[in-house]
């Protein structure tokens, strides 16, 4: 090994020891129990650095599983993504056709014994209409639930193919269908925790919604927990495309929820 590699090899430890040694600092304080990420930029990022868009998907998971990791570290016990909105089926069939497959590929891969969500405890749920997901993307999906469904100290959930608007649909529709089941059937029935209890989120046992992260820039929700992000959540609007999005944009999250939350204890 040369000096150059060797001096290399041990800066390279160093930041992996100071970034640990920072995660122990953030998890002595209070920690947000759910956090959503609406990771967005993936192809503004790869037109930016003159590559396909497929490519700029694939930068985006390989940035999912580094935070998911830093999540971990700093016991973040549940965390949704949004990987793919019910209207992205309208962008180019070349563009839809690499994510289902790149999805397909990397559920079972990450849910595999002894890989990331078994590492973590993590368990695996695909929210939406799976029903409009390729034959293949499904199979993928069954298994890798299956695989992690035995899984307790932590929750994800993939948001694919996904609207709020046909969450919040679907729990008021089953709010009706159990006091019907019950030939019971009254408006007064229908409130806003009845609907809660039938969000997506909230079947899979899912806590509140603390933070809400969306990268690119952009001001708005675009259809993505529009019902959980209540009074209670701090949002975040990140100008950072998500394939560049790292530990000094987390970081300061995680730290200014702590200093929201020691201010409301303190006041």
Known sequence: MTQVSWLRSLLAF???????????????????????????????????????????????????????AMCMCVNIRCVTVYVFAIDNFHRPSEEVHAIMNLVAEKLVEV????????????RLHVLGRRELLPSHV?????????????????????????????????????????????????????????????????????????????????KRLSGFLQWQCCENTQIHMVDTCWPEFGLWDFVPIILDYQRKVWAESNG
């Open 138 to 218: 499904q199979a993928a999906v069954e298994i890798a639930e299956e695989l992690t469904c035995q899984n307790t100290r932590s929750i994800l959930n993939v948001c694919m193919p996904y609207a709020s608007q046909h969450e919040i649909t679907l729990a008021v529709q089953s709010v009706v269908q159990q006091a019907l089941d019950k030939n019971n059937f009254d408006s007064s029935l229908i409130t806003e925790q009845s609907i809660d209890e039938n969000l997506m989120t909230t079947l899979t046992g899912s806590p509140p919604l603390d933070i809400f992260v969306r990268t690119s820039g952009a």
């Open 111 to 122: 849910a595999q014994k002894g890989a990331f969500l078994s590492q973590h405890g993590m």
């Open 14 to 68: 160093i930041k992996v020891q100071l970034a640990l040694l920072l995660f122990r600092v953030l998890a002595a304080g209070p920690i947000p129990r759910h956090v959503a990420f609406e990771m967005d930029g993936n192809r503004r990022f790869a037109r930016r650095t003159g590559r396909p868009v497929t490519e700029g998907h694939t930068d985006g998971f390989h940035t999912s599983m580094k935070i998911l």
